[in-house]
């Protein structure tokens, strides 16, 4: 079967990159041959292309890099100006959100990639397509196809909480167009779910909404012996030697920061995602001290980059530097600090005042010598997790923001980690489904509630699982890997892709919510 994709991003990274990179490898899997619209300007690097399509002139050339060609990236012509849904730097390109695209621009992206659309159908024929996001890949598939093709949408979250739910008078119409002819959609929660049918008001789109969560490479992301595992974490940092990325003191490599760290000495705990507010970066980097005033030989990694990386290098030098009122003025001018408006960060700002007496003196000793404990790589390829995340015995989700789902959870999970995560959105049923792994004493420390005691508590469930007896805790680890198995693999991912478009709905699962008794 020929099946093309419309995703319009890169295909690394996090989110919808990560999901569209994993559900075209495990679509050529089963057999089917994709061709995938994307901005990817270094497809042809990666292993899964086998050839890349791009516009000169307006005329489409293929270059085809090895045979035989399952996959095929289209990169369309957009000008340069690539709107996005949080604010960001991508190389080569003007990335603007889509609230600040004028409406001459929006059009002129929008028929650009419709264009291109009805080029690759043209040359490929495809049976079916998949649009990403609520706007705009479904509208320009709806423009380019017509009732000429079926299509499915992948509901990534972004879309709707960042562009649609902001201005809905001028982007819910779009959402309108693309979704009224998808045979199925798919969201990776419920709560996304609920947030697609507030937002977006098409006939029949509840009915034809199901549960599409994204998928892990369970052969890739899986525990590990502490041995093994070291030494893939060595490896990692010998392939990353010289890349520039960002530590606590200033500009250092991920290669240095990852040779710091060793799971046969260290409890490493990570965080990977965007380093923006919404993440709650923050509140884990405020947690620490009290970490590792319990847990000595506890080390932080932090993996991502964003707009907040200077507001975190900000807050974690005030912390070691015991200096409470610069830390304090962080938690004040919150978004302000990647770009947005003033505005406090309650929870980080309800622990600051928090510390008074003994309990502000134990705090900034365990900060001041927590120092050399926490290390920031940058940006790292979604397939270099697969040799962290083994090393690590923890990870912290702590998004104070809604999330469609918990990827870094389930695939933290599947290396055998604990994913501490906030109890809210599709994290929350990501943690719904992981609890079963675990005894009933332990599942508490799978989560924890957003609000002003959100530090105390992150702290205390990391400490919680660093401290459990060793036994117990790697039967915890085995059984949470052998059900994230289970339950998120990426062949069933990409089967329910297929049956959505082909509207075969009564195969898939509704998004049944947590008081539902679904997952």
């Not at 695209?101 to 080029?119: F, G, K, P």
Request: include cysteine.
């Amino acid at each position: 079967m020929r099946i093309l994709v419309f995703h319009g991003y890169l295909l690394r990274g996090t989110g919808s990159n990560v999901y569209n990179a994993g559900l075209v490898r495990a679509l050529t899997g089963l057999g089917h041959e994709v061709h995938l619209l994307c901005q990817d300007r270094e497809a042809e690097r990666l292993p899964f292309v086998d050839a890349v399509g791009d516009w000169e002139g307006g005329e489409l050339g293929v270059r085809v890099l090895r045979e035989p060609v399952e996959v095929t990236a289209y990169r369309p012509d957009i000008g340069g100006l690539l709107p996005v849904y949080v604010a960001d730097r991508y190389e080569g390109f003007e990335a603007r959100p889509f609230p600040g695209l004028s409406d001459t621009e929006l059009e002129r992206y929008m028929e650009s990639n419709v264009a291109a659309v009805r080029d690759v159908v043209d040359r490929s024929a495809p049976d079916l397509a998949l649009a990403n996001h609520a706007v705009m890949g479904p509208a320009i598939l709806a423009r380019a196809l017509g009732d000429s093709i079926p299509y499915a949408v992948k509901i990534h979250g972004s879309a709707l909480e960042y562009t649609v739910r902001p201005d809905p008078d001028r982007f819910a119409p779009y959402a309108v167009e693309g979704l009224a002819g998808a045979r199925g959609v798919l969201v990776g929660s419920r709560h996304t779910a609920e947030a697609l049918w507030e937002l977006v008001d098409v006939p029949g789109l509840r009915e034809r909404t199901r549960l599409g969560p994204p998928g892990v490479d369970v052969e890739a992301f899986r525990s590990r012996p502490r041995a093994e595992a070291a030494r893939r974490l060595a490896t990692l940092a010998d392939r990353l030697e010289g890349a520039e990325v960002v530590s606590w003191g200033g500009e250092t490599s991920a290669a240095a920061t990852l040779r710091e760290l060793d799971p046969r000495r260290h409890r490493i705990v990570s965080f990977v995602g965007k380093l923006i507010v919404s993440k709650g970066v923050d509140l884990l980097l405020a947690a620490w001290p009290l970490v590792v005033r319990e847990v000595p030989d506890a080390r932080l990694v932090i993996v991502g980059f964003g707009a907040y990386r200077d507001g975190l290098l900000r807050l974690l030098g005030a912390l070691v530097e015991c200096d409470l009122a610069a830390a304090r003025d962080v938690a004040a001018r919150g978004r302000e600090l990647e770009g947005g408006r003033t505005g406090e960060l309650g929870y980080l700002a309800a622990f600051l005042d928090s510390l008074e007496g003994e309990r502000r003196g134990a705090y900034l000793d365990a900060a001041r010598s927590s120092a050399k404990t926490v290390g920031f790589t940058g940006r790292l390829e979604h397939s270099d997790l697969a040799d962290l995340l083994p090393a690590c015995e923890a990870q912290a989700v702590p998004s104070t923001f809604p999330e469609a789902f918990g990827m870094v959870a389930a695939e933290a999970a599947a290396c055998g980690a604990l994913p501490l995560s906030a109890a809210h959105s599709g994290l929350a049923e990501v943690t719904a489904v992981l609890a079963a792994a675990l005894e009933e004493r332990l599942r508490p420390l799978l989560s924890f509630d957003r609000g002003p005691r959100a530090v105390d508590e992150i702290a205390a469930k990391l400490v919680g699982w660093l401290m459990l007896e060793p036994a117990r805790r790697e039967r915890a680890s085995e059984a949470l890997a052998e059900l994230a198995r289970e339950r998120f693999g990426w062949e069933g991912v990409a089967s329910g892709v297929i049956a959505a478009a082909e509207g075969r709905l009564g195969e898939l699962v509704e998004p049944l919510g947590l008081s539902d008794g679904g997952g």
